[in-house]
Structures are given as C-alpha cells and as structure tokens.
C-alpha cells in the first residue's frame, strides 16, 4: 500500500464511517467538512489530492465514494484504532470514553509487526470497547446483527453490543444512565410526541431521548 500523510489517513476513514451511515453508500464534500471540521474547499483540495493517488472516485459537485485502494487503506486505519483502542481498554484501564483521543494517535504507526503482534497479544478481538467491529488482516469485517434501540420490539430482552456515537459527552451521559457494553434492558414504551422511549434496567424505568436510543445498538439476548 502506497504511503499517505496523517491528513490523509484520517480522510480515508471519515470517508469510509460516512460511507457506511449514508444509504447511497455516497458522501458529500459538506459531510465531509462538517465530520473533519473544516471549511469546504480544505476539502475539495485534499479529495484532489486523494483522487490522483486513486484512492477515491471524485468528479467536482459529485457526490464521493472511495476506490478499492481507498477502501482497503481506510480498513488498515481503522483496524489499528481499534485495536489500540482495545489495548487501551483491556491492559491500561482507560475508560471508554478516554480511548478515542489517544487510539487516534496511535492509528498512525506504520509498523506492521507491531500490529500483528497488538493483535495476537489481545487474542485477536473482533469488537473493540464501543463495540465497533476490527477487520482482520485481510481487510474483513465481522458481521453484526445488532439494531438500533429505536428499532426493537417492546418487552423483548435486549443486550447492548455496541454504540454508534464514540464521543466523550455521549458515552459520560450512558455511563449517567448506568448503560454500557453488555447491560441488558427492554424498551417499555415510545412516546408519540417526541419518539423518547421508556427504558427498564435491573433499575428504576428511565426515559431515553430519540437520539440517544439510535446511537444505541443491541441484540435480542436469545440471539446471543
């Protein structure tokens, strides 16, 4: 695989999460602005740039995808934050919501040795502390069945496996709620109004907002 800057390498796998939220399987030059924080036209010069290293498919005021190639990169990149991200997690005691930051860090060393030996000294994990699926080595994913908690029946015990949103503010506020990887919970009720739904743990019943419930993601617990 060719070599890319830290830049790059982050444009890669915002282009891939972006990708792989969207239907169309398609991302915007705004999407991508707003994900990276930046203005518009710092975009469109670094997806020139990602372009001519065939790494994306990108005509001007179209929308973008990633090429095989680029398809391929991103999956290494992501494999190695989440791998340190489970590093952090499992031998150093770092919270959940403290891993983000550092694995972002760590996602940029280039060593391959290094990875493979992370990855066999972790026992070769698929799901790092959000959840999150790690490709292997040859760039494939675990499958997941896991839903939206929005998106299940009520009354049906449900486990939650993994989170969609890993920013520190949202994972403090499940932690509020007592709600982490593996809590079992029901959906008692979704209010009309607002789409809130009312939550029962081994705790009293609690309300959840809309869009916290879809940045939860669970699985029947026969299933497992």
């Known amino acids: 695989m060719q070599a890319l800057t830290l830049t790059e390498e982050n444009y890669l796998k915002s282009i891939y999460t972006?990708?792989?939220?969207?239907?169309?399987?398609?991302?915007?030059?705004?999407?991508?602005?707003?994900?990276?924080?930046?203005?518009?036209?710092?975009?469109?010069?670094?997806?020139?740039?990602?372009?001519?290293?065939?790494?994306?498919?990108?005509?001007?005021?179209?929308?973008?995808?990633?090429?095989?190639?680029?398809?391929?990169?991103?999956?290494?990149?992501?494999?190695?934050?989440?791998?340190?991200?489970?590093?952090?997690?499992?031998?150093?005691?770092?919270?959940?919501?403290?891993?983000?930051?550092?694995?972002?860090?760590?996602?940029h060393i280039h060593s391959k040795k290094l990875i493979e030996s992370l990855?066999?000294?972790?026992?070769?994990?698929?799901?790092?502390?959000?959840?999150?699926?790690?490709?292997?080595?040859?760039?494939?994913?675990?499958?997941?069945?896991?839903?939206?908690?929005?998106?299940?029946e009520h009354d049906i015990n449900c486990q939650i496996v993994a989170v969609k949103d890993s920013s520190t503010a949202f994972l403090q506020q499940l932690e509020r709620f007592g709600l982490q990887i593996g809590v079992t919970l029901q959906v008692k009720e979704q209010m009309a109004y607002d789409n809130s739904i009312l939550v029962q743990t081994k705790s009293d019943p609690f309300f959840l907002s809309e869009k916290t419930a879809d940045n939860i993601l669970v699985i029947p617990v026969a299933e497992l």
Do not use: C
Not at 31 to 45: F, L
């Open 18 to 107: 972006l990708q792989h939220r969207n239907a169309t399987g398609e991302v915007s030059v705004n999407e991508i602005a707003e994900r990276m924080q930046t203005k518009p036209a710092t975009v469109t010069d670094m997806l020139r740039k990602l372009s001519e290293k065939e790494l994306i498919h990108y005509e001007k005021y179209k929308k973008i995808q990633l090429s095989e190639s680029g398809i391929a990169q991103a999956l290494q990149i992501l494999r190695k934050h989440r791998l340190w991200e489970t590093f952090l997690h499992d031998k150093l005691q770092f919270s959940w919501d403290e891993v983000h930051e550092v694995a972002e860090q760590l996602e």
């Open 119 to 152: 990855d066999a000294f972790l026992g070769f994990p698929k799901y790092d502390p959000h959840g999150d699926p790690i490709p292997n080595a040859k760039g494939e994913m675990p499958v997941s069945r896991a839903v939206t908690l929005l998106n299940v």
